[in-house]
């Protein structure tokens, strides 16, 4: 059994519920540079082995699997760190702020024979799982386009100081995960193009940077592709609209599926249509939490794809190199926000040698 410590107590929390209930991990330790949190977590989890100090994970021999939770500025120094003291790396999503780090860790990753695995939860969402599984089997044909979308209600977000800051961006905040769904199924993407705003409501609370954005992107093979994000407005109830969605269209079907809903549907090939929805055992096991928050169940899942890829010699994705691909289209994003212009993947991988 693999065993795994913990950087990051706040979003770190699923990944404590994650490896506590796996049978193919062990949890040996988790950090926290807060005292506080780390004491709130051996309380809530009954899980006493807790550091403040990183280099307590690095320096134990024991640590197989080092999984990063801090802030974003943080991964490219705390996977380096793991990497060079010989720890698999598990770091959630964006995997890093900016590109000019992507190659050093990459060539380090290289050196050490280490796997680096990016945590794009909504992968490994029930609905989402069950979309890839019938779309790999050829249930709906050849793939034509696809659109995603993430929009959310989240004005309360507007109070923590932080989310008013210039360094704060939706783009990356929220729209990584639809555009991480593009690039699952349509990984060459050349070009985007798109166009955002501040709505009035995120005018009003002094919010720096676009809560409402649209994209268009274009493959290399010349599919296109649309994904959306609008973050300080009301949304629909959940029976008619999801959060967060992704649907396929293709050559002989088409399917969608939802999130925070446990809901799916297809019109396979056949023409045959189905709504499939998942009762309450699945629902435990993706929501462990009050009000449906953080991401346990997916955690739990991709913590285990991740060992089993360990174990078996297989490559986990989205593995480093589609993480920085993932980031390198999140700044082409923000580039064609700021110029009102079609921008070039490859001109931004340019700039940073890669």
Same mark, same amino acid.
């Given at each position: 059994m693999l065993k795994i410590a913990i950087l990051g107590l706040g979003e770190g929390r699923s990944t404590m519920s994650a490896a506590l209930?796996?049978?193919?991990?062990?949890?040996?330790? +988790?950090?926290? =540079?807060?005292?506080?949190?780390?004491?709130?977590?051996?309380k809530e989890f009954d899980f006493h082995s807790y550091t403040t100090n990183y280099d307590d994970l690095l320096n134990d021999s024991t640590i197989d699997i080092i999984a990063i939770y801090t802030p974003d500025h943080l991964h490219a120094d705390h996977v380096k760190q793991a990497l060079l003291h010989g720890k698999h790396v598990v770091c959630t999503k964006p995997f890093i702020d900016n590109l000019a780090d992507?190659?050093?860790?990459?060539?380090?990753?290289e050196k050490t024979g280490?796997? +680096?695995?990016?945590?794009?939860?909504? =992968?490994?969402?029930?609905?989402?799982? =069950? #979309?890839?599984? %019938?779309?790999?089997?050829g249930l709906i044909g050849d793939l034509i386009t696809i659109e995603a979308y993430y929009h959310a209600d989240h004005r309360w977000f507007l109070e923590k100081e932080w989310s008013l800051l210039q360094s704060f961006k939706w783009l990356y905040g929220g729209l990584s995960h639809p555009v991480d769904f593009i690039r699952w $199924?349509?990984?060459?993407?050349?070009?985007?193009?798109? $166009?955002?705003?501040? &709505? &009035?409501?995120g005018s009003t609370a002094g919010l720096k940077n676009e809560d409402t954005m649209h994209f268009i992107f274009? !493959?290399?093979?010349?599919?296109i592709a649309r994904v959306s994000g609008v973050y300080t407005s009301p949304t629909q109830p959940a029976q008619r609209d999801s959060g967060m969605s992704t649907i396929l269209r293709a050559t002989e079907g088409?399917? #969608?599926? %939802? *999130?925070?809903?446990? =809901? *799916?549907?297809?019109?396979e090939k056949t023409g045959e249509e189905k709504v499939i929805t998942w009762g309450d055992a699945t629902l435990k096991h993706y929501f462990r939490f009050e009000g449906q928050s953080?991401?346990?169940?997916? $955690? #739990?899942? *991709?913590?285990? *794809?991740?060992?089993?890829?360990?174990?078996?010699?297989?490559? !986990? $994705?989205?593995?480093?190199?589609?993480?920085?691909?993932? +980031?390198?289209?999140?700044? !082409?994003? %923000?580039k064609s926000l700021q110029t009102g212009m079609p921008v070039k993947i490859a001109d931004v991988l340019k700039e940073y040698e890669l």
């Open positions: 209930k796996s049978s193919k991990l062990e949890l040996v330790k +988790v950090c926290d =540079r807060n005292e506080d949190l780390c004491k709130q977590r051996a992507a190659k050093e860790l990459l060539a380090l990753s280490k796997k +680096v695995f990016i945590g794009q939860s909504s =992968r490994f969402f029930e609905p989402a799982k =069950r #979309q890839r599984n %019938d779309f790999e089997a $199924y349509l990984p060459n993407i050349e070009e985007v193009m798109g $166009y955002g705003m501040i &709505s &009035s409501n274009k !493959a290399t093979d010349g599919r088409a399917s #969608q599926a %939802d *999130y925070h809903e446990l =809901r *799916y549907a297809i019109t953080h991401h346990a169940g997916e $955690y #739990q899942n *991709y913590l285990e *794809y991740f060992a089993d890829s360990i174990e078996q010699n297989f490559t !986990a $994705y989205p593995d480093m190199k589609e993480g920085i691909g993932t +980031v390198a289209l999140l700044q !082409a994003m %923000d």
